[in-house]
């Protein structure tokens, strides 16, 4: 991530703008958010509205709400990056839809115009911890700063997670956690499903982040295989990053 860049953020429903500018407020250091998606009409749209402005307010940044106006294919957004100069992209994740949104954030994190954040939004409310996936991938440190950037900016405690197969590899793993993030917890899981594991730590925490898998096929969105049973089965607030190539 880079400072001083501005954040866009691209928001699928207006019920979860409100979440969607939360995490991009806390997750860099730029001073100015542009929030674009469907039009904030009547008064649930003002309310929204209002709720954002109420959010810019107290993190000291401004945001600038482009409601009605957002980009529909991966060039749009290439584009709006571009003019803007974005350090980074958070993008509205719903693996249950079919169809455009789908499809744009899947290109998106498969050739991301900067520093990219698709979030599957859950419920403010239901935020109770932040757990970090760690891995050794080129991602991970994003998917790190974004979760101790939330933990400080929601008051929550903050967790590494890693998931090993067998005991030789604890003492690397929690190396890793370590290096990754130093100021965090660090759990080491030996012989769990990779699956099960995520899916229990999300339910627990409300607020999962991890880094996108480079080893594996673009097949599936977010973590690919992984990121799409975790959206599909975990009620909580899921945010996948990859970093700018």
């Given at each position: 991530m ?24 806390a997750s860099?250091?730029?001073?100015v958010?542009?929030a674009?998606g469907?039009?904030?009409h009547?008064?649930?749209?003002e309310?929204v ?43 509205e994740?719903?693996p249950r ?30 935020l ?14 994003l ?12 008051d929550?405690d903050?967790q ?17 956690c ?32 991890l ?15 992984v ?6 089965r ?5 945010i996948?990053?990859?970093s700018?190539p």
């Open positions: 880079t400072p001083g860049r501005t954040t866009v953020v691209l928001y699928r429903t207006i019920h979860s703008a409100p979440l969607m500018v939360s995490i991009a407020l860099l250091e730029a001073r958010v542009h674009h469907p039009a904030l009547g008064e649930q749209g309310d509205a209002s709720t954002i402005e109420a959010l810019a307010e107290a993190h000291d940044k401004e945001v600038r709400l482009w409601d009605g106006d957002a980009p529909v294919d991966a060039a749009g957004v290439d584009r709006l990056a571009a003019e803007v100069t974005a350090g980074l992209l958070v993008v994740w719903q839809m079919v169809g455009g949104e789908q499809d744009l954030a899947r290109q998106v994190l498969e050739a991301p115009p900067c520093d990219v954040l698709l979030v599957r939004p859950g419920s403010l409310a239901r109770e911890s932040v757990t970090v996936g760690v891995g050794p991938g080129p991602n991970a440190p998917a790190a700063a974004v979760g101790q950037r939330l933990g400080l900016a929601f929550l903050v590494a997670l890693r998931g090993v197969d067998d005991e030789s590899e604890v003492e690397n793993a929690q190396y890793l370590a290096e990754l993030m130093p100021d965090a917890e660090a759990r080491v899981e030996v012989g769990r499903d990779v699956v099960n594991l995520l899916v229990e730590a999300a339910d627990a925490s409300g607020l999962l982040a880094g996108a898998s480079e080893d594996l096929p673009l097949d599936r969105l977010g973590v690919r295989t990121g799409t049973r975790l959206a599909y975990a009620d909580a607030t899921i996948v990053g990859r700018e």
